[in-house]
Nanobody, 116 residues
């Protein structure tokens, strides 16, 4: 069992920045992929960014160049630095931990709201 706790969401004006954090605890395995997903009202959950233990990253086209995912393997924490936020970035942001043989764990989500 892996527990994920997100923090760092909030309300920000367009053009602003936020940094999300996700701390993992429990039965942690180093080869897990960690990622950030988001869900806007009335829309399906979508991938924002993922990162492997070795640091390989993947971003949604809509956030490339504005968001940066990073990972602290020693502390089992993943971060999402979000810059140049716009109202389309509004939603609940979820942390995910997954990998071969590891199942699929999700955090409870943190709200990000961007005003125009």
């Amino acid at each position: 069992q892996v527990q994920l706790v997100e923090s760092g969401g909030g309300l920000v004006q367009a053009g602003g920045s936020l940094r999300l954090s996700c701390a993992a605890s429990g039965s942690i395995f180093g080869w897990a992929v960690m990622g950030w997903y988001r869900q806007a009202p009335g829309k399906p959950r979508e991938s924002v960014a993922t990162i492997t233990r070795g640091g390989s990253t993947n971003y949604a086209d809509s956030v490339t160049g504005r968001f940066t995912i990073s990972r602290d393997n020693a502390n089992n924490t993943v971060y999402l630095q979000m810059n140049s936020l716009n109202p389309e970035d509004t939603g609940v942001y979820f942390c995910r931990y997954f990998g071969a043989g590891l199942g699929d764990s999700w955090g409870q989500g943190t709200q990000v709201s961007v005003s125009s």
